[in-house]
């Protein structure tokens, strides 16, 4: 599905009640000859554990290599902040996420880091990407220390 109106941008929007119910807008890459990276950093995400319902959260890091298709930054924000009521495990949230972006970018590349903040005293990080990482394009660490506690 190629959509390249804008169903978000300018607009006031409510946040999706599902990350099923949020639409992902697609913008023309303009620079299709040009291999380069975008990053996408949500430090404050959050979604609810299937077990308890308790809160879980997570900083997340996005990077792909963009084919044809670029995300819109606020349908990024407001798919994200759809999880924020859905209970999925740290798994499964991290993972959909990349498949979703997938699916609507069909990105040249793409990788995804949840680090997920202690739950029951252990921390769990959740590392995706579709293949080796493209030659010739410059691709940082992602630059989120372990989780230490308290010091």
């Not at 804008?6 to 946040?15: A, D, N, P, V, W």
């Not at 670029?70 to 999925?88: C, D, I, P, Q, T």
Request: aromatic share 12%; hydrophobic share 35%.
């Amino acid at each position: 599905m190629r959509d390249e109106t804008f169903t978000k941008l300018g607009q006031t929007t409510k946040l999706p009640t599902s990350p099923d119910d949020a639409h992902l807008d697609q913008i023309p890459n303009t620079n299709t000859d040009t291999r380069y990276l975008v990053r996408f950093t949500c430090p404050e995400f959050t979604t609810v554990c299937p077990v308890t319902s308790q809160p879980d959260f997570a900083h997340l890091v996005i990077d792909f290599v963009p084919n044809a298709y670029l995300v819109e930054s606020k349908s990024l924000k407001l798919y994200l902040g759809s999880f924020r009521n859905h209970a999925a495990f740290h798994e499964d949230c991290t993972v959909a996420i990349a498949k979703r972006l997938i699916d609507v970018l069909e990105p040249y590349w793409l990788r995804i880091g949840g680090y997920w903040y202690p739950r029951g005293g252990i921390p769990i990080d959740i590392f995706f990407q579709t293949g080796m990482p493209p030659k010739g394009v410059w691709i940082p660490e992602q630059g989120v220390p372990g989780y230490r506690g308290r010091g």
